[in-house]
């Protein structure tokens, strides 16, 4: 297979996605762990990855720009990120390491001696050099090429060794990252483990199903205001009427994806994630799974769910965590949320958006497959989604009209504007907005030009996010209001930049490179 067929080829879910999700803690090791440099090197000695792939040719050929002139996913950027990864914290027989501090280079800590690391941050960069290495081809450069093919090989193995075992989650971004470095390891003839892969990710989305906690046999009530499922808003119980011919009805009835039937603790941005890869998997799956149906009445059930109960009713901006309860408006905010309980992030909002747009351009091309999917034709998915930009530039708006970039997010029950700008929040909405402008239907498609720049670019020092430090290369987790510096601390209620608590801000970290890398690959959509 050629590299330019891979761009067409990414797979039901697309190159574009979510990024970072679902990934590890890394905050509770020391950037200064004594030895961390020197295990790592010595990580590094014990494989020879030449013997992996070919060698590349004698000269590498840079170029930052298509033949047209035109850089839509600013490549030498993601390049620049992608080496720094490489450079700092890859390591042959063990994976990416999750963060490295940034002035000593030195690998963070796990708290007990060894190297934080996560195998979500493996299968997301596997992701991340399958796509780059589509886009540097037809771009014609091939700088770094040779470097992530080697490491994507590299990784496979290491990759089905720890999924041998799955994770216990929900969540559909470890789902996602499978199906796209799947590709790119077709495009590499390594075809074992792109089939490896593929499987992985099926039993994975039969995880994600099994999380499905069944609430009711009656449909969410859907009358009144903008929250509701009318008649012409082509969601709920009207999709359950459709009719679909082979592919039957959905049955009414109320459930979203949660942590266990017991607790039913679910986060709104997980649940859209989750309900993205169950859809994947009935359009995958039409005829040869026998719970294809049952999928899509999932996924339908739990979008219903979070946007009729997980929002914030004065604010409509999504909750981080919530558990089903009582309430007439909205479902309990969680004893077992992270503080503050109520905190309205940018990064969940923007996480459901774009997983709802997603959702859409899935089921739109899905549509000639036939199957349960087709019972999606006319869900609210775009509506939905511009709400929940609007809600981010509403009644509390996050958007920094004058710097540029999203804001980390609002705390009612304080009062207190959390003004740092996290890396994945602004990754995340960067690329909701995209798709939505890409349809036609975003008031916002305004703030895609300086939110691009936000995200990538490389100087005056205090630009953006990329420019926080003298000398930066890869990305922070969050950095403060002007982009100067990352946030050296954190103390909710505090005048200025203030945010969740970061045991190591001065360090990059892997899950926030390639958040950006994902977002900026989520230009190919609706280039010529």
Not at 194 to 221: C, M, Y
Request: contains cysteine.
């Amino acid at each position: 297979m050629q590299r330019g067929l891979f761009l067409a080829a990414g797979g039901a879910l697309g190159l574009a996605g979510v990024l970072g999700m679902a990934c590890g803690d890394s905050s509770n090791g020391d950037a200064t762990d004594a030895g961390a440099d020197v295990r790592l090197e010595a990580a590094r000695d014990v494989f020879e990855s030449g013997n992996v792939l070919p060698p590349p040719p004698d000269a590498s050929k840079r170029s930052c720009a298509l033949d047209n002139g035109a850089d839509p996913v600013l490549l030498c950027t993601q390049k620049m990120v992608l080496k720094a990864v490489h450079d700092a914290v890859f390591v042959a027989n063990r994976g990416v390491l999750a963060s490295w501090d940034s002035t000593t280079f030195a690998p963070d800590g796990d708290g007990s001696g060894g190297l934080a690391h996560d195998v979500h941050d493996d299968v997301a960069y596997a992701r991340a050099c399958a796509a780059y290495a589509a886009s540097a081809s037809r771009y014609g450069d091939t700088e770094l090429t040779h470097t992530v093919d080697v490491d994507l090989v590299t990784l496979a193995p290491l990759i089905r060794a720890q999924l041998a075992t799955l994770p216990d989650e929900y969540a559909g971004g470890l789902y996602d990252d499978l199906r796209v470095a799947a590709v790119g390891l077709r495009v590499l003839n390594r075809t074992d483990d792109a089939n490896a892969f593929d499987a992985i990710a099926d039993k994975l989305g039969q995880a994600i199903f099994a999380h499905f906690v069944f609430l009711s046999a009656s449909s969410l009530d859907g009358g009144g205001g903008d929250g509701g499922l009318d008649a012409g808003d082509g969601g709920g119980t009207d999709a359950g009427k459709k009719d679909a011919g082979d592919a039957g009805v959905l049955p009414p009835g109320d459930g979203v994806l949660a942590s266990d039937p017991t607790k039913k603790d679910y986060a709104p941005d997980l649940v859209a994630t989750g309900a993205l890869a169950l859809i994947d998997m009935a359009a995958r799956h039409p005829t040869d799974d026998p719970n294809a149906a049952a999928y899509v009445s999932a996924a339908q059930q739990s979008l219903d769910h979070v946007y009729l109960r997980g929002r914030d009713p004065a604010t409509h901006l999504y909750r981080r965590v919530l558990v089903p309860g009582a309430f007439a408006v909205a479902d309990d905010l969680s004893p077992r949320a992270p503080f503050p309980a109520d905190l309205l992030s940018t990064e969940t909002t923007g996480r459901v958006a774009y997983a709802l747009l997603r959702a859409n351009d899935l089921v739109t091309s899905s549509q000639r497959g036939g199957g349960p999917i087709r019972l999606l034709d006319g869900y609210p998915f775009v509506v939905r989604a511009n709400e929940a930009i609007a809600a981010l530039n509403g009644s509390q708006s996050l958007y920094d009209a004058d710097l540029g970039g999203y804001y980390e997010g609002w705390v009612p029950s304080t009062g207190t504007l959390l003004t740092n700008k996290s890396t994945r929040a602004n990754t995340l909405i960067f690329s909701a907005i995209h798709r939505a402008d890409f349809v036609g239907v975003s008031p916002y498609g305004s703030q895609l030009k300086p939110l691009r720049a936000v995200l990538s670019v490389r100087s005056p020092l205090g630009a953006g996010i990329l420019t926080s430090s003298a000398g930066q290369n890869a990305f922070f987790a969050s950095v403060s209001k002007d982009y100067r510096v990352p946030p050296a601390s954190y103390s909710i209620g505090d005048a200025g930049d203030v945010g969740p608590f970061v045991a190591h801000p001065n360090s990059y970290v892997t899950a926030a490179v390639l958040a950006a890398v994902s977002a900026f690959e989520e230009e190919w959509v609706g280039y010529p």
